[in-house]
Every structure is written in structure tokens, then in C-alpha cells.
């Protein structure tokens, strides 16, 4: 079982920068493969980008080269990096931690983000 809390959120003007951090608790963090998700309403849950146990990282096309996502397994706890914040980056940002060989998965409570002026 793994627990995240992932406080971070607010409110931040267009081309600003936020730091989302999500911490785990529970299990071996270390092992999973940890993401952030962010959701609109009427809209699905997307994935923004992706780190695994050993560092690769993943992202999505829309935030590519603003976003940057990190962890830190002796504070078990992941870190997204968001530069060059623009208005459609508004959403609900949730984290995920997933279990490469148990497909075990399990989600922050979410929070969220506004850019606007």
C-alpha cells in the first residue's frame, strides 16, 4: 500500500513557474515508477510526464521542455518542475505511483493549479 500526498498548488501568472512535490509513504518508493497526471473538467486524466525506478523520464508533448520531473528516493517523494506556465496548463495535477511488475497503482489527492492573470 502506498499513501501520496501531493500539496503544492495555486495560482500563477502566465510564463510563471510552480513546484509540485509529492511524497509516499507506505511501501519501497523506490521501486515504482512515479507520474504526474493532470485533469480538466470533461476531460480525461493525461499523463504529463513519467520518471521510473531508474531515473528515465517521459513527457508529454504539451509541457516538453517546460516541465521537468525528478524524484528523490531518500525522501520518497517526486518533485514536477513547471516552467513557462501558460493558460491551458490549468488543471487538477494528480501523482501516480505504479508497480512495474504488480501493475499496483495508486493515486495522490490531487491539486490544483491555476495560471491566469
Known amino acids: 500500500q502506498v499513501q501520496l500526498v501531493d500539496p503544492g498548488g495555486g495560482l500563477v501568472q502566465p510564463g510563471g513557474s510552480l513546484r509540485l512535490s509529492c511524497a509516499a509513504s507506505?511501501?519501497?518508493?523506490?521501486?515504482?515508477?512515479m507520474g504526474w497526471y493532470r485533469q480538466t473538467p470533461g476531460k480525461q486524466r493525461e499523463l504529463v510526464a513519467a520518471i521510473t525506478s531508474g531515473g528515465n523520464t517521459d513527457y508529454s508533448a504539451s509541457v516538453k521542455g517546460r516541465f521537468t520531473i525528478s524524484r528523490d528516493n531518500a525522501k520518497n517523494t517526486v518533485y514536477l518542475q513547471m516552467n513557462s506556465l501558460k493558460p491551458e496548463d490549468t488543471a487538477v495535477y494528480y501523482c501516480?505511483?505504479?508497480?512495474?511488475?504488480?501493475?499496483?497503482?495508486?493515486w495522490g489527492q490531487g491539486t490544483q493549479v491555476t495560471v491566469s492573470s
Open positions: 507506505g511501501s519501497i518508493f523506490s521501486d515504482y515508477t
Open positions: 501516480r505511483a505504479n508497480h512495474p511488475f504488480t501493475g499496483a497503482f495508486y
